[in-house]
């Protein structure tokens, strides 16, 4: 897995939507890249953020695509 692969798949990664042989080339990855695991840790802000929010309000349903698009653009 590069870190394009890996970028890709935080999203599911941090939903758990990840397949195991998926989960353990991730953890190999971040392992052995500090640009992944700061990328990997700024998603999970963003979520714990969301969360946040989240108690007052419905999650919107295009939450995700979102994050794909501000991941999109760092790359
Ligand atoms: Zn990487």
Redesign the pocket.
Known sequence: MN?LE?RIKIIQFLFGELTIVELVEMHR?LAE?A??RLEKEAVEILLSGMNCIQECEPVPPDIKEKIYLKLAEDL
């Open positions: 870190c890996v990855h890249c640009a992944c």
